[in-house]
DNA sequence: ATGAAAGCGCTAACAT
DNA sequence: ATGTTAGCGCTTTCAT
């Protein structure tokens, strides 16, 4: 009846004091491993924290030091493959560096993504991490939170916030050139998407349309398929609307794995050898180019590098970096697996 | 000089009281839809909220309440995709309920995992969902935290704590049936994989036993592939050598689909053509199955359901109940897709 | 080297 | 219907 408080075994600072006949300050520095706390203390004191169970109750802790050691990951989901691959990563380094995520779905929906650089996590987290696609630019800049945040993806660099992508111009540039080389010519880009607001075909259409003008061949408008959608049948589809109205192709660029997928399930309905008659290029390099047959050539966005570069920018925030938005290029490869070769002929 | 609190425009409950001349409860009971409010008053606050641009901090309501409202996701990893796709359902219902997910990366460390029941989550959230691979069932029971607890999996079920699955056994069973039903007799089943202390092999090999013995097939040893890992290689390594060694078999069960996208990739390899020469039947029906050509037929849990339990299974146990550990077993399907077909003879 | 006490911002009795 | 105030458990000056 007199002490009603100590529900489920719940140990606290000051129980530990007492037990130990010290003041809660002590217990506080041999929590903390301050420097300055005699042998003998220490003992007496860690004595009683493990007789007792004794966990700091982190929300306490939290509320006190006002920093909350968690971050925000927001993805549009977390289930599609390059995103899941971040979040690994993301996660990994964050674990490391002490920190704790939180990891937001935003499901491609423009609330959802508002909310993230608004108000959601509000004295929740000290930083977000946010790959936005249905947002842009400005309204982020505009609605700019108290809370540091780091962009990721595509979308055009926003003045006022930290930002890390690859070069996508670039990386098509090589990657068509790539194809170049192995003496493909007709270079299908798969695919511009029916409502696709985000950035990164742009970018990606200019390194292609830049490498083939550089190597002197016209861009063919044809060869930009369309798609309908974002999943495999929509690829599957687009390729097949393709070879159906007879454009011809040797090679296909493709935005992303998926559509990859899709390519090489089209051209075997087609009857078309890959890479024999046509080379396939991947993009993300995820679990799908690892498990196809044959496995996936791809470009392959260093994620590690991505992850942590994106850490660090948030760090500099926590710690009060104020500065204009900088803005972070993380590198990529080009792995040639078994979709991918010199043209015979 | 006077108000040196008010950093980086950090509002608090007071401030809005003030603004608006009123005590913090009546803000409290704004912010919160408290029924006795009288309109004109409501208006008034929420002007002073407005202007204010007022927060709630979640850290100091979560001290002054107890309550959380975080839930912990600890898995091995949350890119494999089975991972990533539970990991998506569980954030969905979650955030539909109310609460936010952390997550939390075990990366098959027997530390990591331990960490997770025993404590770290103290005080950061109000309950763990659990996928365990290295520990045991009664390493668990032993070191029960203080913190609800549901486990997802197929680690054998600890008296204490509840637990959702699906009936791994008979699912085994159900797929050697429908493989069977297409004239299939020399059914193999990837892997066996060294090393594996999980529980999931022993069950599944079971029902695939269980189903060849009812159909008046003796099962044969050699049909139990041996891997010696987990990843795509080990599992072509393993086909491979089977089919070196002379072993003759017309379909293959996999225990997940990665497996499965390994016996595609070995048997094209080999000349062997899926489904006509041999079926394959994948389990987890992740993105791969989707992706592969052809598409991969498998064995479907009901991610969505187990999902659903889970928090179900949780929630009750943050509102307080105490009985025994629960055990639900979740639907599963099994989706035939290209990679498996009636045997022609 | 250790102790006392004032917050951190919010909630929830309890009072009016 | 609205106001007062004592915590929640920890950190952190400021004393000693």
Redesign the pocket.
């Given at each position: 009846m007199a002490s009603g408080?100590r529900s489920a075994g719940?140990?606290?600072?000051?129980?530990?004091?007492d037990r130990a006949?010290?003041?809660?300050?002590?217990?506080?520095?041999v929590?903390?491993d301050?420097?300055?706390?005699?042998p003998?203390?220490?003992e007496r004191v860690q004595a009683a924290i493990d007789e007792l169970g004794?966990?700091?109750?982190?929300?306490?802790?939290r509320?006190?030091?006002?920093k909350t050691s968690m971050i925000a990951l927001a993805l549009p989901v977390v289930d599609q493959p390059y995103y899941a691959e971040i979040a690994r990563y993301i996660g990994e380094e964050a674990e490391r560096r002490g920190y704790r995520i939180i990891v937001e779905q935003t499901l491609n929906g423009v609330e959802a993504e508002r909310a993230v650089i608004r108000d959601r996590e509000e004295?929740l987290v000290d930083g977000v991490i946010f790959h936005p696609v249905r947002i842009g630019t400005l309204e982020i800049a505009r609605l700019r939170p108290g809370t540091p945040i780091v962009l990721l993806g595509e979308s055009a660099r926003p003045l006022t916030t930290d930002h890390v992508m690859i070069d996508n111009t670039q990386a098509a540039r090589d990657g068509v050139e790539l194809l170049l080389a192995e003496n493909r010519s007709r270079i299908a880009f798969l695919a511009d998407v029916r409502g696709d607001i985000t950035e990164s075909t742009h970018l990606r259409l200019l390194g292609y349309q830049e490498a083939l003008l550089t190597a002197g061949i016209q861009p063919d408008p044809e060869l930009v398929l369309r798609s309908d959608g974002f999943t495999i049948e929509d690829g599957v589809a687009a390729i097949a609307a393709a070879i159906e109205r007879g454009i011809h192709f040797d090679a296909v660029l493709s935005r992303d794995d998926t559509f990859a997928m899709a390519a090489l399930r089209a051209l075997q309905a087609a009857g078309r050898s890959v890479p024999d008659e046509v080379s396939v290029l991947g993009w993300d390099d995820t679990v799908l180019a690892h498990s196809s047959t044959p496995a996936l050539s791809a470009i392959s966005p260093d994620k590690f590098a991505i992850a942590t570069t994106a850490l660090d920018l948030l760090e500099d925030r926590m710690k009060g970096y104020e500065g204009t938005g900088r803005h972070r290029i993380a590198p990529y490869t080009i792995i040639e697996r078994g979709t991918t070769a010199a043209l015979q002929r």
């Open positions: 408080s719940r140990v606290r600072l000051k129980d530990v004091a006949g010290v003041s809660m300050k002590t217990v506080s520095n929590v903390h301050y420097e300055f706390v005699s003998q203390m220490r004794y966990r700091p109750n982190l929300t306490a802790r509320l006190a030091t006002g004295g």
